[in-house]
């Protein structure tokens, strides 16, 4: 019975996304649905190629076309918050603020940019750790206004693994393109790296944390699945992305230290303590390693 009543219910929402309204939009050149169906179509296929250890997709017109997508839909979704009600319109809002900034530095990482100024990269690393903020801020209130805890608390557990995104944004504002240049110098595919596995697989994430909000919303699934949703797809896109990452391009070919001045600090100083206790490459190293990885198990 028990796995009836699962497969019942999983052919219900396959049955209630099949009937969402595709092509709803708040202009004729914003088909929010149809734009977010091509952003995780295409993401996915980017996705793909990455964590097989290839940049093909993303060098290509796949990526383009994501972020043109993907844009588009967050943008769209931004005008139709209205559509949520009061009480979810501001975090809709929110989130597609926070999602121009992701594919933006999914675009500013990319190999090959030209700068397009510093008060640009400022202003989007800072919309970064506001989105993030704003998020975690109007969970709290969602719970002060009766919502269940439960929603409240998976958004916050995923808004604390975003918050990782903004460390490198937040260096780019702090040190300029000369700090870009050095690191890569030093790290041979960094800047494409840095695109694909951190800021196009979060992007993607994200876009379908907010779909799935968007399922709560209409009721399609529980207050628990979309909490699971939120916290779950944050969790596990930064463990998979961080661990794939280093199986395929690890130092000297691009690092996943989370702080990474540029040239490096002095031995012995506060600056190298903080990046060897920041460097994701060295827990990724030791789940490898446990976990028997070929190249590092015999280390």
Same mark, same amino acid.
Request: glycine letters at 10%.
């Given at each position: 019975?028990?796995?009836?009543?699962?497969?019942?219910?999983?052919?219900?929402?396959?049955?209630?996304?099949?009937?969402?309204?595709?092509?709803?939009?708040?202009?004729?050149?914003?088909?929010?649905?149809?734009?977010?169906?091509?952003?995780?179509?295409?993401?996915?296929?980017? @996705?793909?190629?990455?964590?097989?250890?290839?940049?093909?997709?993303?060098?290509?017109?796949?990526?383009?076309?994501?972020?043109?997508?993907?844009?588009? /839909?967050?943008?769209?979704?931004?005008?139709?918050?209205?559509?949520?009600?009061?009480?979810?319109?501001?975090?809709?809002?929110?989130?597609?603020?926070?999602?121009?900034?992701? @594919?933006?530095?999914?675009?500013?990482?990319?190999?090959?940019?030209?700068?397009?100024?510093?008060?640009?990269?400022? +202003?989007?690393?800072?919309?970064?750790?506001?989105?993030?903020?704003?998020?975690?801020?109007?969970?709290?209130?969602?719970?002060?206004?009766?919502?269940?805890?439960? @929603?409240?608390?998976?958004?916050?557990?995923?808004?604390?693994?975003?918050?990782?995104? +903004?460390?490198?944004?937040?260096?780019?504002?702090?040190?300029?393109?000369?700090?870009?240049?050095?690191?890569?110098?030093?790290?041979?595919?960094?800047?494409?790296?840095?695109?694909?596995?951190?800021?196009? /697989?979060?992007?993607?994430?994200?876009?379908?944390?907010?779909?799935?909000?968007?399922?709560?919303?209409?009721?399609?699934?529980?207050?628990?699945?979309?909490?699971?949703?939120?916290?779950?797809?944050?969790?596990?896109?930064?463990?998979?992305?961080?661990?794939?990452?280093?199986?395929?391009?690890? +130092?000297?070919?691009?690092?996943?230290?989370?702080?990474?001045?540029?040239?490096?600090?002095?031995?012995?100083?506060?600056?190298?303590?903080?990046?060897?206790?920041?460097?994701?490459?060295?827990?990724?190293? /030791?789940?490898?390693?446990?976990?028997?990885?070929?190249? @590092?198990?015999?280390?």
């Amino acid at each position: 019975r028990r796995a009836m009543g699962e497969k019942a219910n999983r052919t219900r929402i396959g049955a209630a996304i099949v009937r969402l309204k595709w092509t709803s939009m708040p202009t004729r050149i914003l088909p929010h649905g149809a734009l977010g169906l091509i952003g995780l179509s295409s993401g996915a296929l980017i @996705l793909g190629f990455v964590m097989a250890g290839s940049f093909a997709a993303s060098r290509s017109v796949l990526l383009p076309i994501y972020l043109a997508a993907q844009t588009g /839909s967050a943008v769209a979704g931004g005008l139709m918050a209205h559509r949520a009600g009061k009480k979810y319109e501001r975090i809709f809002r929110i989130t597609a603020c926070f999602q121009l900034c992701l @594919l933006y530095h999914a675009w500013r990482f990319h190999e090959g940019r030209s700068p397009p100024g510093r008060i640009i990269d400022v +202003a989007f690393a800072m919309g970064t750790v506001f989105g993030i903020s704003a998020m975690a801020v109007e969970a709290i209130l969602l719970t002060k206004g009766g919502e269940n805890p439960v @929603l409240a608390g998976g958004i916050l557990v995923g808004c604390m693994a975003l918050l990782l995104l +903004a460390g490198y944004p937040l260096e780019l504002a702090l040190w300029g393109e000369g700090w870009w240049t050095c690191v890569q110098s030093q790290y041979s595919v960094q800047a494409i790296a840095m695109s694909s596995y951190i800021y196009v /697989s979060a992007s993607w994430a994200f876009s379908l944390m907010v779909f799935g909000a968007t399922l709560f919303i209409r009721k399609v699934v529980s207050v628990v699945s979309c909490a699971a949703c939120f916290a779950g797809l944050a969790l596990t896109t930064l463990v998979a992305t961080v661990i794939m990452q280093e199986v395929h391009y690890p +130092a000297p070919a691009s690092t996943q230290q989370l702080f990474l001045p540029c040239p490096a600090p002095a031995p012995g100083s506060f600056a190298a303590w903080a990046v060897d206790a920041l460097d994701t490459s060295a827990l990724a190293q /030791s789940v490898l390693r446990a976990a028997g990885h070929p190249r @590092l198990s015999a280390a």
